[in-house]
């Protein structure tokens, strides 16, 4: 059996989205050709701010935080409501076959950022398109670097907040490997804090006949590795668990020769501060335990990057979100617990001091999915086999993801803006 959804009623900001919809899939395929790197936006940005300059209204500012895209539409007195996209793409080489895949060598938009900008650029055409259908002002923040946690805080350092509208609520959306139609998030903490973490191990080199006269850098890497899996292990009981992951390690050139150093990089996601500062601190006792066990002359070096805050979802604001999905026929899941994944998103509402609210939306073809699929969703799982974001083989439907991304944009903005939406923020007076 296929899942029962909905389909969506066009309200007063979705009217005559049908007949506009294959410009922004065309959008989405020409973006997700066409992927760029953090900070490197460079061809997307002049994407974004030429589309933006074809809709009425909507004043456009370019290189807020690097290569970021700000655009504000007033349209008279009452809320401000910040929608945000994010613009960049990944190193990943594509392999979904598409005829419109990734032309650049080793980059792919194997996220849905692609998604996301297309999604927002289409809201943009339908608030201009129908200034009386809502009233406020609507900020669309079209974000550098989120694969990298640097382009929130990028944006937020060149003055996003007194050069644009201050929000009373800020918004964002990332499509997943769920059916169109589907909205997953939760109030408070939605999403993990993250944190890249480089090891430098410093050995003593040697020829590969003479291991006796060296300290081996990549057989301490070896024991490190499994340290530190058995560290993760020892936090599996805590709830939610922290996540610890060494994707990459670095050492060495030829295989007759013993490197002098070895690097790993780490991937750790905890759910709140004092878990961060406690497995942050164990993992440099294990790193400096086993380096000085094997002898090692040097104590490692070891550095944090790349660092995400937590995703946290205002409770009212969320609700809000929901209850607006609902009413437009959306497919609401609320999570058990949150995702392990991050995002740097959080930032603009608690720079800003207002509610904000991120939620994930199903960018795939409903008729791929069998009834089983929504089941796992209320299990907090995806079904077996589910192609995951990240993945070169990851990718949302042109057709349903697009379409879906705009719809929801301007349901949730709709929460505040419509006229028949209240202008308060406050749930006491609502």
């Known amino acids: 059996m296929r899942p029962r959804l909905p389909t969506p009623p066009e309200t007063a900001l979705t009217a005559g989205l049908t007949a506009h919809l294959p410009h922004w899939e065309e959008v989405y395929r020409d973006l997700h ?5 953090a900070f490197a936006e460079h061809r997307t940005a002049a994407a974004v701010a030429r589309e933006l300059a074809r809709l009425d209204g909507w004043e456009v500012a370019r290189k807020v935080g690097g290569t970021g895209v700000v655009a504000v539409l007033r349209n008279g007195a009452g809320p401000v409501v910040w929608l945000r996209a994010d613009l960049d793409a990944l190193p990943v080489r594509e392999e979904t076959g598409l005829p419109y895949a990734s032309v650049e060598s080793g980059l792919m938009h194997a996220c849905g950022h692609d998604v996301h900008v297309a999604a927002l650029l289409g809201a943009c055409r ?14 669309a923040v079209f974000q550098p670097a989120e694969e990298v946690g640097r382009g929130a805080q990028a944006m937020l350092d060149d003055g996003l907040l007194d050069r644009f509208p201050r929000p009373d609520v800020v918004l964002g959306q990332h499509v997943g490997p769920l059916p169109a139609g589907v909205v997953i998030t939760r109030p408070g903490t939605v999403m993990a804090a993250a944190d890249s973490v480089r090891v430098t191990l410093h050995g003593a080199g040697a020829h590969a006949s003479a291991p006796h006269m060296a300290v081996d850098p990549v057989v301490m890497a070896a024991c490190v590795i499994l340290r530190l899996q058995t560290l993760s292990a020892r936090l599996a009981p805590l709830t939610p668990s922290p996540l610890l992951t060494v994707g990459a390690m670095r050492a060495g050139t030829v295989p007759n020769v013993i490197p002098h150093t070895a690097e790993l ?23 400096c335990a086993e380096a000085g066990a094997q002898g090692a002359p040097r104590t490692p070096d070891i550095e944090t990057y790349d660092s995400f805050p937590l995703t946290v979802n205002d409770p009212y ?4 979100v929901l209850a607006a999905l609902a ?10 617990a949150p995702l392990s994944a991050s995002e740097d998103f959080g930032r603009f509402g608690a720079a800003a001091g207002c509610p904000s609210v991120m939620y994930h939306f199903g960018g795939a073809d409903p ?12 299990r907090g799982t995806l079904p077996p086999g589910t192609v995951m974001n990240h993945s070169p083989h990851y990718a949302p439907s042109d057709h349903h993801a697009v379409a879906a991304g705009i719809r929801h944009f301007l349901t949730t903005a709709g929460a505040w803006l419509a006229n028949d939406a209240a202008a308060t923020l406050s749930p006491h007076t609502d």
């Open 265 to 287: 990089l780490c991937s750790l996601r905890t759910f709140d501060e004092p878990t961060r500062r406690q497995v942050l601190t164990d993992l440099r006792r294990v790193v």
């Open 126 to 139: 339908q608030l201009a398109a129908h200034p009386e259908a809502w009233r406020g002002t609507a900020v």
């Open 367 to 378: 008729a791929d999915f069998g009834a089983e699929a929504l089941a796992a969703l209320d």
């Open 317 to 320: 604001a969320t609700e809000r």
């Open 33 to 37: 050709a066409h992927p760029e790197l």
């Open 327 to 336: 009413d437009a026929g959306t497919i609401g899941r609320t999570l058990p």
